[in-house]
């Protein structure tokens, strides 16, 4: 059974954002559909200005 999670975003001056899973607390620099760690299936991102909703986006960034 997969849970339901998100991405926090953690905004830096100095190196690259960090993504952080609701679930885990796993970090990774690039958000992913699912996290890498737990599995969970990621429903968006939320960051300082509120939730990024659109998975476009990060299909956008998963370009690996
Ligand atoms: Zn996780």
Redesign the pocket.
């Known amino acids: 059974m997969r849970n339901k999670?998100y991405w926090i975003r953690h905004s830096h001056i100095l190196r690259r954002d960090e993504y952080e899973?609701s679930?885990?607390?796993?970090t990774t620099e690039k958000p992913r559909k699912i996290?890498p760690?737990?599995?969970?299936t990621m429903k968006g991102v939320q960051g300082d200005a509120g939730w990024v909703d659109e998975m476009e986006t990060i299909d956008a960034w998963f370009d690996d």
Do not use: K, L, N, R
Request: glycine share 18%.
């Open positions: 999670a899973c679930a885990c607390g796993e996290c760690h737990c599995g969970s």
